[in-house]
């Protein structure tokens, strides 16, 4: 198969730059460009860099603490080796084909020079599946959550374990690791919905991977500006490629799971077709706040967030500060005060912790932001609460949707609205940026022309569309009041977290001891009587709405009619004819939407 991606992980909105780069912070000089304040843009730059470099090296004397202390001590060095010389690398996977592979291996080992991973074949030695060249096409599994890159495949290098006599002394990690890619951990939707999500899911797949796991991090970055969020996810400090190099030349980890699950993730970044919500999404809020409850937790988090002592509620508006501001900030954040008589506070990734972000979130009746990655934060908003997404001037909403999508998961319970800046003179566009950050002045004059004429951006494919990024970076002043139309639109009743109804969001089970008994009325008429019994499952739960489906269809027939019923019987005389076989089909259904299974088809003959 021919390679169709691009040739390293990409931001959500334009294609990134070397691994190891920051994500939209790394040309001074262009972020003065950005912010025209030249000197506020200085400090605010170099308390970000001061930050970032604080934070790497902080990271980078942990880990290599962390790596030194590897514990050798602990491992029994000759019954190790001779495992691995008589039994091999053993691997048994999970799912069928390479898009949803996780694999198990015990004696997995690494070469640091050839930056390879080694099957070591003995008679012992287990591989399941075993694929032969089908491995290669174009992997054995994805080793990100993003769903077949070609810049995130895993495979290993086969040997004999004879090889072991001429290759450098194997170190043994003892640990159970999980090794996986990040896939742009400079970019907090990309770290939340393709790396922590996924990771904190794998684990719970795996009973081994608990907190005492180790996660590898293969994808080759830095640790980044965010690493402390993956810290979170095992008591272990996480090791990332260039570690492994100081702990030895050949690495054979005794228990390791390799790849992601991708149950958890619902959005696709456009790289064979235009971004949007997955196919075939699996994840509901439920699985989302169980995840946001164990890192708000970590992070400790967990707390009143900005209400008083009356557990006042209160509207966040998230701010960026680099680039995609919000000009008339104060003006938006007293309008929504008044319209909606709450305290109304601003936040940045910037200027607050994210504890900090994450304890405010948490507790807010209302979350607006600018679209962008901050807005990822979503996820940890209470039930009930409203995210308002912003999007600049000719960016059409609804082509990027990975908020709208997140805010919509089943039993999210979370209210969305969009709302576009549709006036150009509200719009401040920076053609004289660099391209990644969405200048033109690098394309020819009639592309430029043509971009600046245009009123919407055309749907487009991942990463480094120009129009796309010219747009996405403008700054935008909120017209008021057509965003507060937008708002009121959605938010009808009043704006509050109080009184939320939940459903219980269960199934029913299938209706039992269903029965039919026939009779022939006449030549020409007969009917049907069926009755059932509640579902099992019903006398344990408070439901208000019970109604049972039944539907008729005449042997051999495609058709069937179907019958709403509240009842748990009925006699059906309309269309049955005598001397005929049906096949009746019955299932409960709670409140409007809670379709259980059908029961076994009765079958019966007039
Ligand atoms: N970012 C930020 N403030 C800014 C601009 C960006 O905190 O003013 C963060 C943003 O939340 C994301 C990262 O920097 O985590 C990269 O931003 P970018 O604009 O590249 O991506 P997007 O937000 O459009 O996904």
Known sequence: MVPHHCPAPPCAHRLTRNPGAGCGRMNIAAVFNALLVSILAAVLWKHVRLREHASTLEEELALSRQAQAFPQATVDYQAALQTL?????????????HTDRVCRFRELCYSVEAEEFIFFHSNASLMLPNLGPRRFQPALLDLSSVEDHNTQYFNFVELPTSALRSLPAPLFMPEVVLIANRFNPDNLMHIFHDDLLPMFYTMQQFPDLDQEARLVFME????????????????????VREQLKSLGSLLCFSQAYVGLSKVTTWYQYGFVQPQGPKANILVSGDEIRRFTRFFTERLNASGPGGRGPAGEEYIVVFSRTLNRLILNEAELLLALAQEFQMKTVTVSLEDHAFSDVVRLVS???MLVSMHGAQLVTALFLPRGAVVVELFPYAVNPDHYTPYKTLANLPNM?????AWQNTKQENTVTYPDRPWDQGGIAHLDRAEQERILQSREVPRHLCCRNPEWLFRIYQDTKVDVPSLLRAIRGVVRANLGLGGQKRANGLYPSKVRGAKCQASVQGAAEARLSVSWQIPWNLRFLKVREVKYEVWIQE???NAYTPYILTLQNHTFAENIKPFTTYLVWIRC??????????ADVLVCST
């Open 413 to 417: 319970d979370l209210r969305y609205v």
């Open 589 to 598: 259904i709670f409140g409007k939407s809670l379709l259980g299974p059908f």
């Open 363 to 365: 507790n807010a009746s």
């Open 220 to 239: 080759g970055w830095g640790p980044g500006l965010h690493f402390d969020l993956y810290q979170l996810l095992s008591h272990k400090v996480p090791l």
């Open 85 to 97: 010389l008589e039994e091999g690398t053993r691997m048994v996977c999970t799912g069928r084909t």
């Open 555 to 557: 042997q051999g027939e």
